[in-house]
Structure formats: structure tokens, C-alpha cells
T-cell receptor, first 110, second 114 residues
Framework: GEDVEQSLFLSVREGDSSVINCTYT??????LYWYKQEPGAGLQLLTY?????DMKQDQRLTVLLNKKDKHLSLRIADTQTGDSAIYFC??????????FGTGTRLTIIP | NAGVTQTPKFQVLKTGQSMTLQCAQD?????MSWYRQDPGMGLRLIHY???????DQGEVPNGYNVSRSTTEDFPLRLLSAAPSQTSVYFC?????????????FGQGTRLTVV
């Protein structure tokens, strides 16, 4: 089956940029997503990118997609304490099924 | 606009009991699905539906049943709860058209089976 991999932890100083990486295996994925999960909460949709795009920017968030290498990244500019959370990447296949990575826990250092 | 609503938020069951986790969406989305989240494993797909009257199995369907009699509702039934079903359950609904592919999640149901 499909496999999505992320590193488990990332620590970044407040004000710096955070870059969270993800690799996936299903070349037929149509959409790729980034979700944010704060402790005890649900998954908040941050952004998504269509597989025929290379980049998408939305305020402090930049998504880069390298389809050849099956690599997806999320850059958060000017990282704030409120950005502390677990970030999940996910790939959509079959129009209704998401395969998730294990999540990256982002810690902000004051 | 409530989005995706799950009830209950918390539940404790005894082994062998049955219960239904409720999920409702008010966005008229065609696609709905159930995931479970376990530590260190991300989210795994249990069952999904591409429309009213149509359901199919995901990655970890054993021990769970679903039905989709309306577009809005997609309940998940545990027939005979087991401790291995202790988890956080998330319902999602999605809508894809052209380059819009919105997939939203409920706030989750934390289930403990003792």
C-alpha cells in the first residue's frame, strides 16, 4: 500500500523559518495535504496542493512539491509559539482516501 | 456552518459492549470517512463512503461497521468492543472538484475500552 514518511521531531527558534518534510510513494496521488493538530484537538486543514503544481503560498505558509522525487515540504515563515503542534502530511488517492504520515512534532524554542 | 460534528467527545466502554459513534456534516460533501489515530502511527482509514448508500473498507475495518443512509450522516458502529479499539476516532468529509480538494475533520472521539 501507499506509504508516507515524516521525521518525528523538529525544533525551531521563535522567529526563524520551520521546514517540515514529507516523502510519499504513490505517484498517482492527486492532492497532497498539510494538517495541524494541537494537543487534544482535531486536525485543522492548513493547506493542500494539486499534484500538477510545484508551489503554493498562503500567507506564512509555503508548500513545495517535487513530484519527481515524491517530496513535499511545508515552510512556516516567522515561526511563533502558536505554531507548536504536530503537523501531518497526507496524500489523497481514489478521491476519498487519505494516507497520513506519522506526524512531525514542532517545538518552538523561545 | 458547523462543518463536521462528532459525538460523543469521550466514551468509556467495557469489553464486549457495543456503541455507535456519530458523525454529521452540513457541507453537502459526497465523501465521508472514518480514521483512527494511535500513538506513533498517524491516522489509519477504517471505512469510507463515496455517497449515500455506498460504503467500502479501508485499511483497518475489522470490528467496525458503517452505513450511509443520508449524505449528511456516517455513523461508525463497534459491535463488540475490544481493548485494541482504544483510540481516538476522527470522521472526515471531503469534496473534490477541479483544483479544489477540501477535506475537513471533526474534533474526534476519544474511546477507551476497559
Amino acid at each position: 500500500g501507499e506509504d508516507v514518511e515524516q521525521s518525528l521531531f523538529l525544533s525551531v527558534r521563535e522567529g526563524d523559518s520551520s521546514v517540515i518534510n514529507c516523502t510519499y510513494t504513490d505517484s498517482s496521488s492527486t492532492y497532497l495535504y498539510w494538517y495541524k493538530q494541537e494537543p487534544g484537538a482535531g486536525l485543522q486543514l492548513l493547506t493542500y496542493i494539486f499534484s500538477n503544481m510545484d508551489m503554493k503560498q498562503d500567507q506564512r505558509l509555503t508548500v513545495l512539491l517535487n513530484k519527481k522525487d515524491k517530496h513535499l515540504s511545508l515552510r512556516i515563515a516567522d515561526t511563533q509559539t502558536g505554531d507548536s503542534a504536530i503537523y501531518f502530511c497526507a496524500e489523497m488517492w481514489g478521491n476519498e482516501k487519505l494516507t497520513f504520515g506519522t506526524g512531525t512534532r514542532l517545538t518552538i524554542i523561545p | 456552518n458547523a462543518g463536521v460534528t462528532q459525538t460523543p467527545k469521550f466514551q468509556v466502554l467495557k469489553t464486549g459492549q457495543s456503541m455507535t459513534l456519530q458523525c454529521a456534516q452540513d457541507m453537502n460533501h459526497e465523501y465521508m470517512s472514518w480514521y483512527r489515530q494511535d500513538p506513533g502511527m498517524g491516522l489509519r482509514l477504517i471505512h469510507y463512503s463515496v455517497g449515500a448508500g455506498i460504503t467500502d473498507q479501508g485499511e483497518v475495518p475489522n470490528g467496525y461497521n458503517v452505513s450511509r443512509s443520508t449524505t449528511e450522516d456516517f455513523p461508525l458502529r463497534l459491535l463488540s468492543a475490544a481493548p485494541s479499539q482504544t483510540s481516538v476516532y476522527f470522521c472526515a468529509s471531503s469534496w473534490l472538484t477541479g483544483q479544489r480538494a477540501e477535506a475537513f475533520f471533526g474534533q474526534g472521539t476519544r474511546l477507551t475500552v476497559v
